[in-house]
């Protein structure tokens, strides 16, 4: 994968205008949660990372994000979207019936549970959870069509795009507070935010992109 925004470390902003205090605690709290589970089990983390890993494929050059831990840690916070599609139970509950549901269907369908399967049948078998194409009696009234749309695709995406490891992949600049963004346009950018290299950019987007704070 070609780096879009070379020499580009969100981090670097840390002690320049653009955090404030709280900004850093909000940023440091999210980098330091613990990487086992505290409400999955073991199998649950496992088979989240599995879904994670098929949903949001990463770089190898650069460490993960850590999906499945954010996924835990927001369970484990017990933080809420605020509304459930009928038949969808809270969130913990949600994510326990659903993953175990995907288990059950990976037996039947495969003989194993979808953590041990290849990427093909991973695959496979979240294709026809997105279209509703699974009826195991282990998803219950729990619609197997509305999980993978409110907790998986939901979830999951929004672990991912919630990391600073992430947030460097698109030249994010982070939370804008105190110093916020001006240039809201297509096309537009604020002095201080990543410069996408262009090809023959070479060394000097690098440049740029360790100078923006």
């Given amino acids: 994968m070609a780096d879009r925004y070379p020499g580009y470390d969100v981090l670097a902003k840390r002690h320049t205008p653009s955090w404030n205090e709280p900004t850093r605690r909000v940023v440091d709290r999210r980098l330091a949660i613990p990487r086992e589970p505290r409400v999955l089990t073991a199998d649950e983390y496992a088979t989240v990372t599995a879904i994670a890993d098929r949903m949001t494929p990463q770089p190898r050059n650069?460490?993960?994000?850590?999906?499945?831990?954010?996924?835990?840690?927001k369970l484990h916070r017990n933080i809420q979207e605020g509304y459930r599609a009928p038949g969808m139970p809270q969130e913990r509950e949600a994510w326990r019936q659903g993953l175990s549901?995907?288990?059950?269907?990976?037996?039947?369908?495969?003989?194993?549970?979808?953590?041990?399967?290849?990427?093909p049948l991973q695959d496979t078998l979240l294709t026809r959870l997105q279209s509703g194409e699974l009826h195991h009696q282990a998803w219950g009234c729990m619609p197997?069509?509305?999980?993978?749309?409110?907790?998986?695709?939901?979830?999951?995406?929004?672990?991912?795009?919630?990391?600073?490891?992430?947030?460097?992949?698109?030249?994010?600049?982070?939370p804008a507070s105190p110093r916020g963004y001006v240039r809201m346009g297509y096309d537009k950018r604020d002095p201080w935010e990543a410069a996408e290299a262009k090809p023959g950019d070479g060394d000097a987007a690098y440049r740029k992109?360790?100078?923006?704070g």
Wanted: glycine share 6%.
């Fill in 62 to 73: 650069r460490p993960p994000v850590p999906v499945a831990a954010l996924i835990d840690n």
């Fill in 144 to 174: 197997p069509k509305t999980f993978f749309k409110q907790r998986v695709a939901h979830d999951v995406a929004n672990a991912y795009w919630s990391h600073p490891t992430a947030w460097n992949e698109v030249g994010w600049g982070g």
């Fill in 209 to 212: 992109n360790r100078r923006v």
């Fill in 101 to 119: 549901a995907l288990d059950a269907e990976a037996q039947a369908a495969y003989g194993a549970p979808f953590r041990a399967l290849s990427a």
